[in-house]
C-alpha cells in the first residue's frame, strides 16, 4: 500500500503522481483528503482547483462522500465554474439533495448549462416540483425546454435516462455534406456513434455508423447507406430499453415519442448506469430493506425496512400457533423440540436458493410460458432429490443421537415434505407474484418463508404424533 501523505506533503498541480492520490484499494489517501480539507479551512480556491482537476468525476464524487455536509456545498462554491456537476450524478440521492439545496442558484444554472441533457435530468428528477421550477427558470430556454420534455416522461423510463442532444440528417443529404455539416457545428454531442436519418416531420428513417459513413464516398447518399434503426419508445421501462441493447448488442439507440419523432438517444454508458441500478434494486428488494443508501437517516431506513418487519412478525406468529397445536406431543418428547428448528431451517434455505434463481430469471425475462412448466418441474425433481438425501442423512444423525429409528424415520419423512415445498414455494410464489402485478423481488422472500416454516413444523411434529401415537 503507497504510504499516506501528510497534508503538508501534497502539492498542488497537475504532475501530481496517482499514487499520491489513491490507496492501493483504490480510496481517496487521508493525506490527499486532508490536504482538501486545509485548503476549504483556508478558502484557498486556487489550491482546491489544481487539487480537483486531477480526479475524474467519479473521485471527485467520492470525496463529496468524504466530506460533511458543511464542507460539500463549500468546495463547490470555491471551485466555482471549474467543477463538473456530472460527479452529482455519482453520489447518493441525499448527498445530492443536501448539496443543491445549500448552493446558490446562478452557480447551479451554470453548471447544469454543461450538462449533458440525460445527467441534467438524473440530477433534477429527485427533487421536488417546486425545487425543479426555481432550478429550470435560471436556464436557457432551448435547454430549460429539453430538460422539461424529458421530466415530462415516467420515472425509470428511456425518456428520462435519453439524451436530447443528437445528430440528425436527411436521408438526400450526401457523405461529404453530412461530414462538413459535424466539422462545423458547434452544439454536437460531446461523443456520439451514430448518426440518425429523419424525414421532415422527424420522423425516423434510420441511421448510420460513423465508421460506415467514414469508409464512404463523399458523393454517397446517406439513404444509400443507411441501416434500419432499433427504436425505443419514450414512454419504455428502463429495463426493458436495457433488455433491448443486450439483445441486439447495440451501442446507442434511438428514442422516439408516440408520433415516432426522433425525441433523444439512449447510450451504452446510460444502460449500463441502469443495469448497476436496477440490480442493486432487486438485491436490497430481496432482503426487504427497499431503495436504501448508505447516506440515508436512521428515519428514513427504519421507515423502509419496519412494514416488511411487521409482516415477518405475522408470518413468524402463524409459524408459532401451528406449533402450539402440538404443545402435548413436544411435551412428552423433548427430542422433537430439538429437531424441529433443523426441518424448517433447511426447507428455509433450499427455498431461498430456488426464489432467487426464478426472481432472477422473471426480471431478465429468461422464464416465460414456453418454458415455466419445464423449470417447474426441474425445481420439484431438485427438492425430491435434495430431500432423500438430507433425509438419508439426518436419520441416522437422530438414530445415533436419540437411539430411536422411528424418530430418524419421523425427521427423514418431514425433511423430504419440507424439501419438495420448499423448491415449489421458490418457484411458484414469485411466478404467482409477478402474474399479478406485485414485484416478486419484494415479495417473496416473507411468503416463502411462511411456506416452509408452517409446512414444516406442521409436517415434523403432525408425522411424529402419529408415529408415536402422542
Known amino acids: 500500500m503507497a504510504p499516506e501523505l501528510e497534508p503538508a506533503s501534497v ?17 481517496l489517501l487521508r493525506g490527499f483528503v486532508s490536504a482538501i480539507k486545509e485548503a476549504l479551512a483556508q478558502e484557498n480556491a486556487d489550491e482546491l482547483r489544481a487539487l480537483t482537476d486531477q480526479l475524474y468525476v467519479s ?37 445530492r439533495i443536501d448539496i443543491l439545496d445549500e448552493l446558490p442558484l446562478h452557480l447551479i444554472a451554470a453548471g447544469f448549462v454543461e450538462l449533458e441533457s440525460d445527467d441534467a435530468v438524473y440530477i433534477l428528477e429527485d427533487l421536488t416540483e417546486d425545487a425543479q421550477a426555481e432550478i429550470l427558470r435560471t436556464i436557457p430556454t432551448l435547454d430549460r425546454l429539453a430538460l422539461q420534455r424529458a421530466l415530462d416522461y415516467p420515472e425509470e423510463s428511456a425518456g428520462r435516462r435519453m439524451q436530447s442532444n443528437f445528430i440528425a440528417v436527411p436521408p438526400f443529404w450526401t457523405v461529404g455534406r453530412a461530414i462538413d455539416y459535424m466539422r462545423e457545428a458547434s452544439d454536437l454531442p460531446e461523443e456520439f456513434h451514430d448518426l440518425f436519418v429523419v424525414d421532415p416531420g422527424y420522423r425516423l428513417l434510420g441511421f448510420v455508423k460513423l465508421n460506415r459513413m467514414l469508409r464512404s464516398k463523399r458523393p454517397v447518399t446517406i439513404d444509400a447507406i443507411m441501416d434500419e434503426v432499433q427504436e425505443i419508445s419514450a414512454e419504455t421501462d428502463q429495463e426493458d430499453a436495457a433488455r433491448t441493447f443486450q439483445k441486439y448488442d447495440l451501442t446507442s439507440a434511438a428514442v422516439v415519442d408516440k408520433g415516432g419523432r426522433l425525441v433523444g438517444v439512449l447510450t451504452v454508458d446510460d444502460i449500463v ?15 426487504g430493506v427497499g431503495d436504501e443508501e448508505v447516506s440515508d437517516s436512521v428515519r428514513a431506513i427504519t421507515r423502509s425496512r419496519l412494514p416488511w418487519l411487521c409482516v415477518n412478525l405475522a408470518t413468524a406468529v402463524l409459524a408459532s400457533l401451528v406449533i402450539g397445536l402440538f404443545d402435548a406431543t413436544l411435551e412428552q418428547m423433548v427430542a422433537l423440540a430439538i429437531l424441529m428448528p433443523i426441518v424448517a431451517s433447511m426447507g428455509g434455505n433450499a427455498a431461498t436458493q430456488t426464489m432467487t434463481v426464478a426472481v432472477r430469471a422473471i426480471a431478465t425475462h429468461d422464464l416465460d410460458p414456453y418454458n415455466m412448466g419445464r423449470v417447474v418441474l426441474r425445481e420439484t425433481y431438485v427438492g425430491l432429490v435434495n430431500g432423500g438425501a438430507f433425509a438419508l442423512l439426518m436419520g441416522i444423525v437422530a438414530i445415533v443421537w436419540f437411539g430411536s429409528a422411528g ?6 419423512a418431514a425433511m423430504v415434505v419440507n424439501m419438495l415445498a420448499a423448491a415449489l414455494a421458490g418457484i411458484l410464489i414469485p411466478i404467482a407474484l409477478d402474474r399479478f402485478k406485485i414485484d416478486p423481488a419484494i415479495a417473496s422472500s416473507v411468503f416463502v418463508t411462511t411456506v416452509t416454516d408452517v409446512v414444516g413444523f406442521f409436517a415434523f411434529l403432525s408425522l411424529a404424533a402419529l408415529w408415536f401415537g402422542i
Do not use: N
Not at 75 to 93: H, K, N, Q, R, Y
Open 11 to 27: 502539492t498542488a498541480g497537475p504532475d501530481l503522481p496517482s499514487d499520491a492520490i489513491r490507496t492501493d484499494d483504490d480510496h
Open 59 to 95: 473521485e471527485v464524487a467520492e470525496l463529496l462522500t468524504i466530506l460533511t455536509d458543511d464542507e460539500r456545498p463549500r468546495l463547490i462554491e470555491l471551485i466555482g465554474e471549474s467543477f463538473d456537476f456530472a460527479a452529482l450524478t455519482e453520489v447518493d440521492e441525499q448527498i
Open 273 to 287: 448506469d441502469v443495469v448497476q441500478e436496477e440490480a442493486g434494486e432487486d438485491m436490497l428488494a430481496l432482503a
Open 407 to 412: 424418530l430418524g424415520l419421523v425427521i427423514g
